[in-house]
């Protein structure tokens, strides 16, 4: 059963550009959720997609955009990228059920310069 | 304010030690889960106990968590370098989002 994909896994990007991320689901997880970890702020929720429609949205700014498509896929934008938001971009997937486990891709890491 | 505190932050002991990470909050949950980040891989999950008091053994680790449901510990038993990575603690919060702890680095060293 293949895992969670997510490409690229390495990002360089330029201040004022935009980036789009992309993560494919376990098959058959509809839930597909993203997380920024840095060293200083640790793991922390971006947003959650279910079925194409976002479930929950974390405290980032509207820079942060994401959706998701019929197949599950899903796909993160940041816009107007700055510094602080080199980090390492993690989806992770998981069953329609609230408490079914996440797996978690090997992550996009975005350095901006 | 985090909601879930890890200690210690940072640990580098040798091959053959015991250790005990911990994961603290002054929150009630339903549950709790560990994961474990290896460098440059995403975190994987260890176990979830859902259980005041709860026990889990997974070969060399054991997973308790509080009676009240606040706190959560690993243990590991005669560490191995391959027990090196960044241990993570998580509750989900509000409907079905993770929320972290900051993680305890663990280096071991041959």
């Known amino acids: 059963k293949a895992g969670v994909t997510q490409t690229p896994r390495y990002l360089i990007k330029t201040r004022g550009q935009q980036v789009t991320l992309s993560c494919s689901p376990i098959s058959g997880h509809r839930s597909v959720s993203w997380y920024q970890q840095t060293p200083g702020q640790g793991l922390q929720f971006l947003f959650e997609?279910?079925?194409?429609?976002?479930?929950n949205k974390g405290n980032f700014p509207g820079r942060f955009s994401g959706r998701q498509f019929s197949n599950s896929r899903s796909e993160m934008n940041v816009s107007t990228l700055e510094l602080g938001d080199s980090a390492l971009y993690l989806c992770?997937?998981?069953?329609?059920?609230?408490?079914?486990?996440?797996?978690f891709g090997s992550g996009t890491r975005l350095t901006v310069v | 304010t985090q909601l879930l505190e890890q200690s210690p932050q940072f640990l580098s002991i040798q091959e053959g030690e015991n250790l005990t990470v911990y994961c603290n909050s002054s929150s009630v949950f339903s549950s709790l889960q560990w994961y474990r980040q290896e460098p440059g891989e995403g975190p994987v999950l260890l176990v979830t106990v859902v259980t005041g008091g709860e026990v889990k053994k997974l070969k060399r680790l054991t997973f308790q968590f509080g009676d009240a449901r606040k706190d959560s510990s690993l243990h590991i038993t005669a560490a191995q370098p391959g027990d090196t990575g960044l241990y993570l603690c998580a509750v989900i919060a509000g409907y079905s989002t993770l929320t972290f702890g900051k993680g305890t680095m663990l280096l071991v060293s041959p």
């Open positions: 997609y279910f079925s194409e429609t976002q479930r």
């Open positions: 992770a997937s998981s069953p329609a059920t609230r408490q079914g486990g996440y797996t």
